[in-house]
């Protein structure tokens, strides 16, 4: 089944504490991104890769990592979290660079940091 | 920055009645606008997707309209049934960068 993966689904850590979060797609897809969403805020990117090696800064990229080592795979690393990155979190990936095929979400990841 | 904004923020109608659903950006040189669906605790799901150049896109009840130079996309359901019952949110595109407006709750009452 075509699909994004991320883990863990829910996530409860201290502050400082270095995390991350994995996220894999089956469909050898070009374009992979990193969202959070807040409540009154909405979705907000926080990195994308246009492939592999290749990744930049979206809107709130601030405290946040990534890599892109491989084509299927695009962790998200918090290397030291602080509260104010509690949050739900999105993967998603696209056939080249979006610009003509639809985005396929993950099912998100939750995390508290406390 | 692109700016994108979604009215109104929340809709409850009964069942069977047509939805309109609206959204504006403030970039008009966008590569394309998607509607998606979300469900609590869920992920985003792809409804639509309309290039840039087009017009309109459609699929089964739902329509979506965009208007570039305007800036604006309409987002229509036919004949809503309780399991339309979700957020919808609308992104679209610039260089590789996505921004998505705040959604809209729809509530249909059976």
């Known amino acids: 089944e075509a699909q994004v993966t991320q883990n863990p689904r829910y996530l409860i850590t201290v502050t400082g504490k270095k995390l991350t979060v994995t996220c894999s797609q089956n469909?050898?897809?070009?374009?992979m991104s990193w969202y959070r969403q807040d409540p009154g805020l909405g979705l907000r990117q926080i990195y994308y890769?246009?492939?592999?090696?290749?990744?930049d800064k979206g809107d709130v990229p601030e405290g946040y990592k990534v890599s892109r080592k491989e084509k299927r795979n695009f962790p998200l690393i918090l290397e030291s979290p602080s509260p104010n990155q509690t949050s739900l979190y999105f993967c998603?990936?696209?056939?080249?660079?979006?610009?003509?095929?639809?985005?396929?979400f993950g099912n998100g990841t939750r995390l508290t940091v406390t | 920055k692109q700016e994108v904004t979604q009215i109104p923020a929340a809709l409850s109608v009964p069942e069977g009645e047509n939805l309109v659903l609206n959204c504006s950006f403030t970039?008009?040189?966008?590569?394309?606008l998607q509607w998606f669906r979300q469900d609590p605790g869920k992920g985003l799901t792809s409804l639509l997707l309309i290039q840039s150049s087009q017009r309109e896109q459609t699929s089964g009840r739902l329509n979506a309209s965009l208007d570039k130079s305007s800036g604006r996309s309409t987002l229509y359901i036919a004949a809503s049934q309780p399991g339309d019952s979700a957020t919808y949110l609308c992104?679209?595109?610039?260089?590789?960068?996505?921004?998505f407006g705040a959604g809209t709750t729809v509530t249909v009452r059976a």
């Open positions: 469909m050898n897809h070009e374009y």
């Open positions: 998603a990936s696209s056939l080249d660079d979006s610009s003509y095929s639809p985005l396929h």
């Open positions: 992104a679209v595109i610039n260089d590789y960068k996505l921004s």
């Open positions: 890769s246009m492939n592999v090696e290749v990744t």
């Open positions: 970039d008009s040189a966008i590569y394309n």
